[in-house]
């Protein structure tokens, strides 16, 4: 096995893996970075949820993000244990605004971490009760905004202070000696820049009643990738928003952090599938389900391109709808949405899936005994080339 195969069509001669396995792009991500650090009007954390593959994490710190968002202890050791791999120094903010209070004294003690996000009082008694030192530690208040924005999962309905709660635990956190910050997430995958503006202009509202000047403010993930089906403007326009959007609402505008995971690294994977079964009936079998990395196609239709190979070259022709089962025995782990495949599919041919960075091998289960989580690197994206050679019919959905 090589370390960085040049293309699918050299990895598929090389081996006809039987698991599930992620191809990562390391120059699509590099460039997905690039347009963070050189476009957010703030600093860059990335959301590591959204895609916590060792391999994709020690790319990150390689170019240069140094801030993390992470959920649990396991996310900070992880990070902190690769930083330490690569010789690196990293900042970790630990937004998961509802943690265990042994979590919490661990992240603060063991770990050296020093901002946390909340979004009620008794998380509050909890910080309170861990922090020896609150001058030293930021506290960021999750809020929601009274509007509602088109997202495909709203975060808002778990997390979130109302604009009044909000301003009462703002004014508390900063009577109690934190660094006062509030944070939001407009929902991911959110397709408009309006969502952003209107937050921060809440985000003002509360720092003005509670009468805070803001530490930070972090404007949260949610930035769009570019699906078939769900799209939204350039980044260029959502950062244009947020820098705008904060020097109208604040007096003093505050420093922005943003903790995007989606978009960082969803077009710098790719995921190999391979049919294990074809019945009379047309329905098809693959190695990975939803069990495992095809979760968000059971939970939302974004539309995936796909690709198609048998004995390493592309195959295409007509493309006929297909109902596709994952590998498990569980009647559940069928996609509820047709895949469109070329008519001529069987079992053996692999299925190239790409956009799959984000809550694919993050989300998978080892359910029956089946794993998706190996990752191997290939420099050139298929997607990539196909789109470039303009023989798009190779790609489902366009
Ligand atoms: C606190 C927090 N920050 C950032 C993210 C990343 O969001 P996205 O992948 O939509 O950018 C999430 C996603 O759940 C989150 O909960």
């Known amino acids: 096995m090589l370390d960085c195969y040049p293309n699918t069509r050299h990895l598929m001669q090389h081996q006809q893996p039987e698991q599930p396995l992620y191809l990562f792009h390391k120059q699509l991500l590099e460039q997905s970075i690039d347009q963070f650090q050189q476009g957010f009007p703030g600093l860059l954390t990335y959301a590591v949820k959204a895609n916590p ?12 993000v140094e801030a993390y968002d ?58 309170l009760k861990q922090i020896p030192d609150p001058a030293s530690t930021e506290l960021s208040v999750r809020f929601v905004a009274p509007v509602k924005h088109e997202v495909i ?62 530490h930070r403010l972090n404007v949260g993930g949610g930035f769009p990738a570019s699906y078939v089906k769900s799209f939204g403007p350039e980044l260029a326009q959502y950062f244009a928003a947020i820098k705008t959007a904060v020097n109208t609402y604040f007096d003093v505008p505050p420093a922005l952090v943003c903790e995007p995971g989606r978009s960082l690294v969803n077009d710098s994977v790719s995921l190999l599938l391979k049919v294990l079964h074809r019945r009379e009936n047309g329905s098809l079998f693959l190695n990975d389900g939803v069990y495992g990395g095809l979760l968000e196609m059971k939970v939302v239709d974004l539309g995936w391109p796909m690709l198609c190979w048998r004995q390493g070259q592309l195959i295409d022709g007509e493309r006929v709808p297909f109902k596709v089962f994952g590998p498990t025995c569980d009647s559940i782990d069928v996609l ?39 990752y191997v690197q290939v420099k050139v994206s298929s997607y990539c080339s196909i789109q470039q050679a303009s023989s798009l019919p190779l790609v489902a959905g366009l």
């Open 153 to 214: 999962l709203d975060l808002n309905s778990k997390f979130g202070a109302s604009v009044n709660g909000a301003i009462k635990l703002l004014r508390k956190v900063h009577a109690a000696g934190f660094k006062a910050s509030l944070t939001f997430h407009p929902g991911t995958q959110c397709t408009q820049t309006q969502a952003y503006v209107d937050f921060i202009a809440c985000a003002a509202d509360i720092a003005k009643h509670a009468q805070v000047t803001l």
């Open 70 to 127: 992470v959920a649990s202890v396991a996310e900070i050791k992880l990070v902190q244990n690769l930083a330490k791999s690569l010789d690196k120094t990293v900042t970790l903010h630990y937004h998961n605004p509802i943690k265990s209070e042994s979590a919490i004294a661990e992240a603060w003690h063991q770990c050296g971490v020093r901002s946390f996000a909340l979004d009620d009082e008794f998380e509050l008694a909890k910080l």
């Open 336 to 374: 509820p949405t047709p895949m469109y495949l070329p008519k001529q599919i069987q079992d053996g041919d692999y299925i190239e899936v790409p956009l799959m960075g984000a809550y694919s091998s993050a989300s998978a289960t080892q359910f029956n005994g089946f794993l998706s989580d190996a």
């Open 53 to 64: 593959s060792a391999m994709v994490i020690k790319a990150m710190l390689q170019h240069g």
